[in-house]
């Protein structure tokens, strides 16, 4: 493991304007992108270009197949930042040549051929994972596949306990379904390995369990910052403490 650091990060000094990558933030399942809204002022006030991508969430192929569409269009560095499930996402879109650094927030890094299920099967189970309802989408012509979302009663204490209530209610309404099939599949290319990777670890989430993202992460070498009381919903709940991180590691990318 790169480091291990359990404080906050503190500000440090704004980029140069010719050194600046551009930051793509990666939402999770069952969410949007207006998830990261608090995390893109942050990293306004720093100086950073920010776009937060709209995930498919429609498998893991199709959605890194997209991401890789949209980094194919900027030019420039690119900070790569992925939640939860977004980690996937970006640790296979993230092999792309003008990525300089990820970033995982509140995510698992697998490995190339390691699925969630795989993954998950080594530790105790979220309680999440059993709550969520599923329903079935067309995917063309005649066929079915399952998506899954968090039912509003199950938002706020297991994905947002951090938050309001009725920020939680807000956020549950906002969601987006997600494929049941990104729970079985897997990564071709794991980008971590040869890229730099920052690891957000969030200790009272209950979500995606904690001793996953730490073990993955370490498993990565990432730079790792813990949030002891953060739940899964830190983009929301802690905007200032990620957009450091993701700050950091564009300081680190610009710096070489």
């Given at each position: ?38 995390v893109v002022a942050e990293l306004h006030r720093r100086g950073l270009t920010v776009l937060a991508a709209a ?170 910052l813990e949030l002891p009381e953060a739940s899964h919903a830190v983009a929301v709940s802690q905007p200032t ?16």
């Amino acid at each position: 493991m790169r480091k291990a650091d359990t404080a906050m990060p503190t500000p440090g000094p704004t980029l140069r304007p010719a050194a600046r990558p551009t930051v793509v933030l990666v939402h999770d399942g069952c969410s949007d992108a207006t998830s990261w809204v608090g995390v893109v002022a942050e990293l306004h006030r720093r100086g950073l270009t920010v776009l937060a991508a709209a995930n498919p969430l429609r498998g893991l192929a199709h959605d890194a197949a997209y991401l890789g569409s949209v980094l194919a269009g900027i030019d420039g560095p690119v900070v790569l930042v992925g939640h939860s499930y977004g980690g996937a996402v970006i640790t296979e879109a993230g092999a792309a040549p003008n990525v300089v650094a990820l970033v995982y927030v509140a995510a698992y890094l697998p490995e190339a051929g390691e699925s969630y299920q795989a993954l998950a099967d080594g530790f105790t189970p979220s309680p999440l994972i059993p709550r969520l309802r599923r329903t079935v989408y067309a995917t063309g012509g005649s066929g079915q596949a399952g998506e899954l979302s968090v039912p509003g009663d199950c938002f706020g204490p297991l994905v947002a306990a951090d938050l309001d209530p009725e920020v939680a209610r807000v956020l549950a309404a906002l969601q987006r379904p997600v494929a049941e099939r990104v729970f079985t599949d897997a990564p071709t290319a794991a980008a971590w390995r040869t890229k730099p990777s920052w690891a957000l670890v969030t200790g009272a989430d209950r979500a995606l369990p904690p001793p996953v993202q730490r073990f993955t992460a370490q498993r990565a070498g990432a730079t790792v910052l813990e949030l002891p009381e953060a739940s899964h919903a830190v983009a929301v709940s802690q905007p200032t403490a990620v957009a450091e991180l993701i700050h950091d590691a564009a300081r680190s990318a610009a710096a070489g």
